[in-house]
């Protein structure tokens, strides 16, 4: 009877001892999976920062762009405009200088 106790309570000491390793593996699996998922949200979270950053830079670069492609065609309309003005004033003068010489050259 004592033998068959004591085998009894070897037998539950046993699975007590198994359910708690089983418990500690699962429960450290657990965490590992925790830390894997943290780290992988980390790592998404630093791609998309990054992927953001890179789409503001462009961004940035495409308005610079804009900003001095606009500034060279007011600077190319401005250009246009004083050569226009400048040929306006030589035809004017021309004219004048004609409109002055004609009745001399009659």
Known sequence: IVVMV????????????????????????LILVMVLIIVMMLIVVMVLILVMVLIVIMVLI????????????????????MVLI???AIVMVFVAVVNDHVPVLI
């Open 86 to 88: 400048c040929w306006f």
């Open 62 to 81: 495409l308005v610079m762009m804009l900003i001095v492609i606009m500034v060279l065609i007011l600077v190319m309309m401005l250009f246009i405009l």
């Open 6 to 29: 004591l085998i009894i309570f070897m037998v539950v000491i046993l699975v007590m001892v198994l359910i708690f390793v089983i418990m500690l593996i699962v429960v450290m699996v």
